[in-house]
């Protein structure tokens, strides 16, 4: 069965410091793979995707993520993080042909001052 | 990419009545999928509305809970039935891509649903 894992609920990083956020998927088939940032108050908005091709991934807002088959993981990464950050993020992956999304439960960043 | 609207933004309502929720696409497309959004939870899709048939609900969803119709290629309605407040969540639609039919979906901007 589908099912993705975000293991950290609350993430707090200081501005400036780097970002990682986990994600681990089950998934029977080649993964379509994204992931999805939810601001207070906000509908989702989408950071970058993973269809194919070359394993980073770049995307809005200076973030990227890499995929890694061997460890089923799409991780989210960012240099750099602005307080404009602080939201909750989504993994979720797509389920080729049925355009179904599974999504994790979420990980709120706090971005400290 | 598609712009997506939902109408109402929010609302307050009291058990055992019903609320209807509308979502407005800015293209057409062909699917349209309508989730649910729990206090401190993820997305659960509810259904997969498709123009011109009835719509496909997901384990735990019925459709006299939740009826939805889908008129034309921009637009659908998600009906929340005999509300009691565990139906207290934010709702959204979402649809594929319209250009590319590409898998990536798009939201929209949720309704927040608070039942007393």
């Known amino acids: 069965a589908q099912s993705v894992t975000q293991p950290d609920i609350h993430i707090t990083v200081s501005e400036g410091a780097s970002l990682e956020l986990r994600c681990n998927y089950s998934?029977?088939?080649?993964?379509?793979l994204f992931w999805y940032v939810q601001s207070p108050g906000q509908g989702l908005q989408l950071l970058l995707k993973?269809?194919?091709?070359?394993?980073l991934v770049q995307g809005i807002k200076g973030f990227e993520a890499e995929f890694k088959r061997s460890q089923s993981s799409f991780n989210l990464r960012k240099p750099s993080v602005h307080w404009s950050d602080a939201a909750e993020y989504f993994c979720a992956v797509g389920a080729y042909n049925f355009n179904k999304f599974y999504f994790g439960s979420g990980t709120k960043l706090n971005v400290k001052p | 990419s598609a712009v997506i609207s939902q109408k109402p933004s929010r609302d307050i309502c009291q058990r055992g009545t019903s609320l209807t929720i509308q979502c407005q696409v800015d293209s057409q497309v062909t699917m349209m999928f309508w989730y649910r959004q729990q206090p401190g939870q993820s997305l659960t899709l509810i259904a997969t509305?498709?123009?011109?048939?009835?719509?496909?609900?997901e384990s735990g969803f019925v459709i006299d809970k939740f009826p939805i119709s889908r008129p034309n290629l921009t637009f659908s309605t998600l009906t929340v039935s005999n509300m009691s407040p565990e139906d207290s969540s934010i709702y959204l639609c979402s649809v594929p891509d319209p250009g590319t039919g590409a898998y990536e979906q798009y939201f929209g901007p949720g309704t927040r649903l608070t039942v007393t």
């Open positions: 998934y029977g088939a080649t993964p379509y």
């Open positions: 993973y269809f194919s091709g070359d394993t």
């Open positions: 509305a498709n123009q011109g048939s009835e719509a496909t609900y």
